[in-house]
């Protein structure tokens, strides 16, 4: 399976900032996701990202909000736009590389 | 649209018991099923998988169930120990035609288990 490195770890934003959460594999995979994971619940997936197009969106998120970066293979990005205290979550990369693997996560706390 | 979902939010154990987690599942096509294991500050970990052409499957001190009648899936945890405590979640996956996987998971709600020493 793929090893993913994501960071930050966490961070503590001001409301109406934005955010890039950087997503790093350690194999060439063809489609990344991301997902969020608000307190105490389970994962949604937000997009998927393929590279070489523009990422889908699952029902409820937008591209303004949540734009995603793919520039190669191994490498996205998602920002959260505008925050708000709302989107305090733990926002997750994941890959298909013979199974799929998660990063370890973003913590966000919004202010 | 398609959802996962558990029976149980919570479950505590005593250390040395063995642990069963319940999953139910409402789409009739997923053919590929995963559990994971979430520790507190981490992503979810690949704990075992199965396919919709097995009922069965087990791992080191985990069997994973798989009932297509009534759309039931169930993760054992032998002898669990307090290592063990985390949020569990099942997840599925639907192929294409071709067997491929459409890439996308969809979770269930999760499982807090709490071994107790």
């Known amino acids: 399976s793929a090893v993913i490195s994501q960071k930050p770890s966490r961070d503590i934003c001001q409301r109406g900032t934005s955010l890039t959460i950087q997503c790093q594999v350690d194999s060439q995979v063809t489609m990344m996701f991301w997902y969020r994971q608000q307190p105490g619940q389970s994962l949604t997936l937000i997009a998927t990202a393929n590279q070489g197009s523009e990422a889908t969106y699952e029902s409820g998120f937008v591209i303004d909000k949540f734009p995603i970066s793919r520039p190669n293979l191994t490498f996205s990005t998602l920002t959260v736009s505008n925050m708000s205290p709302e989107d305090s979550s733990i926002y997750l990369c994941?890959?298909?590389?013979?199974?799929?693997?998660f990063g370890s996560g973003t913590r966000l706390t919004v202010v | 649209g398609e959802s996962v979902g558990l029976h149980l939010p919570t479950l505590s154990v005593q250390e040395g018991d063995n642990s069963i987690i319940n999953c139910a599942y409402s789409n009739s096509a997923s053919d590929y099923f995963i559990w994971y294991k979430q520790e507190s500050g981490k992503g979810p970990q690949f704990i075992i998988d199965i396919r919709s052409n097995m009922d069965k499957r087990q791992g080191q001190r985990v069997t994973v169930l798989l009932n297509k009648t009534v759309k039931h899936l169930s993760l054992q945890i032998a002898a669990t120990q307090p290592g063990d405590s985390a949020v569990y979640f099942c997840a599925e996956n639907k192929s294409n035609a071709g067997g491929t996987s459409y890439g996308k998971l969809t979770f269930g709600q999760g499982t807090i288990l709490t071994v107790h020493p």
């Open positions: 994941s890959v298909e590389y013979y199974g799929y693997t």
